[in-house]
Every structure is written in C-alpha cells, then in structure tokens.
C-alpha cells in the first residue's frame, strides 16, 4: 500500500505542474519569459526551442528582449513568433527583437480568470480521480483479503489527508494567479 501511496503523490504532483504549467503560459498582461516557452522556430531546417537560439529578457514589466545567438536567425525567430499567435507584435531592429505585452482591459481581466478558474477546475478533477484510482486499489487489495477493513479505512483516510493537501496547493496557485491578473 506504501507503493500505491507513492503512486498517487507522483500522480498528483504530475497534475500540479501540469496547472502551474499551464497558468504560466497565459498572458497576463506583465512581460515573463514563461510566454515564450513553447515556441519553436525553425533554425537551419530543424525546429528549435527558442530559448536554446537566443536570450530572453525582461527589461521591464511590458517588454522582453530577445538577442539571438547568430544574427541571421532573426527573421525565423520572428515568423515563429508571428505564427504563435502569442497576440505580440514582434519588432525587429535587425540586432535584437522587442516584443511589448499590452496593457489587459478589465473585461480581458476578467475573461482570463474565469479560464484560470476552469484550469483549477479540471486539475481538481483530476486530482479527485486519482484518488478515486488510489481507492479502488485500497478497495481490491481487501477483496483479495490482502487488507483488513481497519486498514482499508486508515488507507482511505490517508488519501483523502494527501489528496486534501494537493487541492490546498491548487487553491494557492489559483489566488496567486487571480491576483497577478487583476493587478494593474
């Protein structure tokens, strides 16, 4: 059972970062370099991480910087940009390219919370299901009379006291967020 415990930590801290993962990607009105995680551009016919062709960096709170490593990459990088449909208009000085984040309207604020919360939601779920998972197992191995009734319970307790923690962190990152996004 100590193994089935450990199983359903990992699976729920796997949905954690998924989450947390997830937020970090929307746009919430503040330059961070999280934007451009995803990005890939193609550089010399292979599709590259951005970050592994070029600096990214935050100057101030509504614009990032990106200085790529060989001069002649700017233009991919730009389309890659353009493409990512990242709502940023990337400018190109021929030496580094600016991205500038504007500023979020209080309905945009608005609508980006309800999503948030939505993601908070799922991951709930999520979470929720691997403790239904981690039951059922706890549920089988007494059937298989590997368990008594009394261990059963104590199990069960003690998944609901993990899965309990794992639903407070969701609460955590979801009030952080909100208050990010509602900041002016």
Known sequence: MEEQKQKAIKKMEDNIESFSSRLRKMRTGRAQTSLLESIKVLYYGVLTPLSQIATISVPSPRSLVITAFDIKSLKDIEQALVKANLGLTPQNDGK????????????????LV???????????VDLRNNRRISNDEVKKSVKDKILSEDDHKRWNEEIQKITDKFMAQVETILEVKEKEIMEI
């Open 96 to 111: 580094l390219i600016r991205l500038t984040v504007p500023e979020l309207t209080e309905e945009r604020r608005k609508d």
């Open 114 to 124: 309800k999503e948030i919360k939505k993601e908070a939601e799922k991951c709930r």
